[in-house]
């Protein structure tokens, strides 16, 4: 497999970790009403980004499928 290949899992996973980490942050906050509605919008932008994400994923593992790019090992 080429470093392209297996970079696009690594790198969504990198960046879904540290997405999961600022939401858990958005979560430990003490939430006022006043910080209510401006940690509501970071949390959903934070949902679409992640969503993004797993999109890609998805499209990557489908395009390996169609290009026979994916090498199994057995263990």
């Known amino acids: 497999l080429t470093e392209?290949?297996?970079s696009v899992p690594q790198n969504?996973?990198?960046?879904?970790e540290n997405a999961t980490e600022v939401?858990?942050?958005y979560l430990e906050r003490d939430i006022?009403?006043?910080?209510l509605q401006d940690i509501k919008q970071k949390v959903?932008?934070?949902y679409r980004y992640c969503e993004s994400r797993r999109r890609v994923l998805l499209q990557h593992?489908?395009?390996g499928y169609e290009k026979d790019l994916w090498e199994y090992i057995e263990d």
């Open 12 to 16: 969504n996973q990198a960046d879904l």
């Open 44 to 46: 959903q932008d934070k």
């Open 32 to 35: 006022s009403q006043d910080s």
């Open 4 to 6: 392209d290949v297996t």
């Open 61 to 63: 593992v489908h395009e």
């Open 23 to 25: 939401l858990s942050g």
